[in-house]
């Protein structure tokens, strides 16, 4: 299987039509049907679904975009790595994250990194704890930023010296904006827009099945989210109160909604992660020294 017929494959995916794929590739149709006939022989299985107006992949065929999608990525990190090994340190580096005001910290080491390495480039993931790091797992990723509690056992990691606080996301009009904080009481009866971490497959590790108690059960989840763009956007337009992160939605005076902290007071700490043993290239190696110098030197 080779990763030029597997780039194919995906243009054809993106693109939805043999003809739209080979025009993006500087292809013929008759040679981007025989490489997509090839793989589907060296694989047996059929991927495609050839429509009237528009080509589908049939479930096999979503499995390998999938699949091909981190090869390629991972085939283009690897080839990045290796480029940058020259004696000025330039390259890719890649970071995954939740959202957390934290991240402002590590953009300031990027920041500097970046004054005194112009070659250096960096790319970034947005997603929750699961997601960003099954990528660090597979090497689609060299560092992870995640929200404390996190199992560290593959993992090593630096402690971020600040602490994210949780709270309620509400319109201005709301009548629980008039407090100050959001006791447990309040939410009992409310349409509630919930953090992955506050699932059941999390609640116990994140520190709300303590805070709730036995009325976690019990709650009135309309909705959930891992972005809180799209929360903000659920709340304005009255669907529920979100359940979120202090500092990460525009609360001003001129915005329709408001931050509540939750009491008793619920923090999260965050951790920078790095695989166990990673053989990192030169960029993201000069990267971690910069964050062991910003973090734990003056520690």
């Known amino acids: 299987m080779e990763v030029r017929v597997l780039k194919y494959f995906l243009a054809v995916a993106h693109e939805g039509s ?32 050839r429509g009237k107006h528009r080509i589908s992949l049939t479930p096999e065929g979503m499995m ?19 480029n940058s090994i020259t004696d000025i340190v330039s390259g890719d580096i890649y970071i995954g994250c939740g959202e957390t005001r934290s991240m402002k910290q590590i953009a300031g080491v990027m920041k500097e990194l970046r004054d005194k390495c112009s070659g250096i480039k960096f790319h970034i993931y947005s997603g929750n704890a699961e997601d960003v790091t099954e990528k660090l797992d597979k090497g689609l990723l060299d560092f992870g930023v995640l929200i404390q509690p996190i ?25 629980l904006a008039k407090k100050d ?26 520190g709300f099945l303590d805070w709730f108690g036995e009325k976690f059960e019990q709650l009135n989840i309309t909705a ?18 979100a359940i979120t992160l202090d500092k990460l939605a525009n609360t001003s005076e001129e915005s329709e909604i408001c931050f509540r902290p939750l009491l008793p007071k619920l923090e999260s700490g965050l951790d920078i992660v790095w695989k166990k043993h990673e053989f990192f290239s030169p960029a993201a190696k000069l990267f971690l020294e910069c964050l062991q110098n910003k973090f734990l030197i003056n520690k």
């Open 18 to 49: 043999i003809t739209g794929a080979a025009a993006s590739l500087h292809l013929t149709q008759p040679t981007l049907t025989r490489q997509l006939q090839g793989l589907e022989r060296e694989l047996g299985q059929k991927l495609l679904i």
């Open 64 to 82: 390998l975009k999938k699949r091909a999608e981190e090869i390629v990525e991972l085939v283009e990190k690897t080839e990045s790595e290796f």
């Open 151 to 175: 199992d560290l056992s593959k993992y090593d990691n630096i402690t971020l010296p600040d602490k994210d606080v949780w709270g309620v996301i509400m319109r201005k009009d709301s009548p």
């Open 181 to 206: 904080y959001v006791e447990l009481n309040d939410l009992s009866e409310l349409p509630l827009i919930a953090s992955r971490q506050m699932s059941k497959k999390y609640s116990a590790e994140s």
């Open 224 to 241: 959930t989210y891992n972005l809180v763009y799209n929360a903000v956007m659920m709340v304005e337009a009255g669907l529920g109160y």
